[in-house]
């Protein structure tokens, strides 16, 4: 405070028509970047519960598939159709959905990002792993997801699923 004192009566002695006005350097990095602090807080949020609403909709979309086939695989148990193969024709189709979504939304998130980054003084480069990785984590939330179904599905008893029609 002393130094800002003296400063501050430097300046009057040689310019008195403007007000001192000073700031210190780190707090005006901080009160740039704090919007993008506080947009990075809202999408951490969002993200969330975006995440959140999806993996329900997908169990009971899930939910739903399964109901409708319970007959079939019945049908394919008492046939002895292995544990995998039915596993893997219930979540075929949805793994096919997210891998849809992952093509579709790449491109849209790589220009969405790079027109975000070109107002930053330094920006970093966007890497194809990134995306790869946010791709990964989908599909696995997608698989536990729709797998926690289907396994409910296969523990059933066959002649209860045959019955239920």
């Known amino acids: 405070q002393a130094s800002i004192g003296k400063i501050q009566s430097l300046w009057q002695d040689f310019d008195q028509k403007h007000y001192f006005h000073y ?4 707090e005006r990095y901080a009160s740039q970047y704090l919007h993008e602090q ?3 807080r809202l999408f951490r949020y969002f993200s969330l519960i975006i995440v959140l609403i999806s993996c329900l909709g997908l169990y009971g979309l ?3 598939s399964t109901e409708q086939r319970t007959r079939e695989i019945g049908i394919r148990k008492v046939l002895g159709g292995s544990y995998t193969d039915i596993l893997g024709l219930l979540v075929k189709g949805f ?3 997210v891998l849809i979504a992952g093509i579709i939304s790449i491109p849209v998130v790589y220009f969405l990002m790079s027109e ?14 990134h995306f790869m990785a946010g791709f990964f984590l989908a599909a696995v939330i997608a698989l536990v997801t729709v797998l926690a179904q289907a396994v409910r599905a296969l523990r059933s008893h066959p002649v209860d699923a045959i019955k239920y029609e």
Do not use: I
């Open 116 to 129: 975000w980054l070109q107002g930053f003084a330094f920006s970093v480069g966007l890497k194809l792993w």
């Open 23 to 26: 700031s210190f350097l780190d």
């Open 62 to 64: 899930s939910s739903f």
């Open 38 to 40: 506080r947009m990075l």
């Open 95 to 97: 793994m096919l959905l």
